[in-house]
């Protein structure tokens, strides 16, 4: 409540104001969404923190999903069990944190069938609206910087293949410093942005 000090708004929340971080509007909206709406619901930085983690994983399902493909989903099978599962757990007074229980580990795994995991996940991802949709950017994508982020990873890349690990333990700490995780994979070094 106002009175207590703890009203913020939507904008305060996005821009950092309320948590002294900048959240990424889908964490927020999944962090909204995981409590019953008939509920009182605890609004916390560590909750952003979890949403935000949750999300982080299905952007990483979605894109092993996609590599393992090729980008391209199966034609969607509305019997397919999670989508039956996740389908009764919204018609249960819409329980959002159900349908995400039957979500999450899901997602944790490696499916048999990429191409039909990536078309369940589209249509999931369309009632939920906290993934990145098929054609659509990454979290964090409208950052104007990115350009900048993908230079600097080259460059990490070249200081470490040239063994000037002092250099590259100075771009990694700018990418950090510019909200990023730094990861290194077989195809190089990735940058991705915080979500909270």
Request: aromatic residues 6%; hydrophobic residues 40%; glycine residues 8%.
């Amino acid at each position: 409540s106002k009175s207590k000090g703890n009203f913020f708004t939507v904008r305060d929340v996005l821009e950092g104001r309320a948590t002294g971080v900048k959240v990424h509007p889908a964490v927020l909206r999944l962090e909204l969404i995981k409590s019953h709406y008939r509920a009182n619901m605890n609004f916390t930085k560590k909750g952003l923190q979890d949403s935000a983690g949750m999300g982080k994983r299905l952007a990483d399902f979605r894109r092993k999903l996609e590599a393992a493909c090729g980008g391209k989903p199966a034609e969607v099978d509305l019997t397919h069990p999670i989508l039956q599962q996740f389908a009764e757990a919204l018609a249960d007074d819409l329980n959002f944190s159900r349908a995400l229980a039957v979500v999450a580990p899901w997602a944790a795994g490696d499916p048999e069938n990429p191409a039909e995991a990536l078309a369940v996940l589209n249509r999931i991802n369309h009632v939920l609206a906290i993934a990145p949709l098929e054609g659509s950017e990454d979290f964090g994508s409208d950052d104007s910087s990115a350009g900048d982020i993908q230079e600097l990873c080259r460059q990490l890349d070249q200081a470490r293949a040239s063994k000037d690990y002092a250099a590259a333990d100075t771009i990694r700490k700018q990418i950090q410093e510019q909200g990023y995780d730094v990861k290194t994979t077989p195809q190089g070094t990735v940058a991705e942005k915080k979500l909270a």
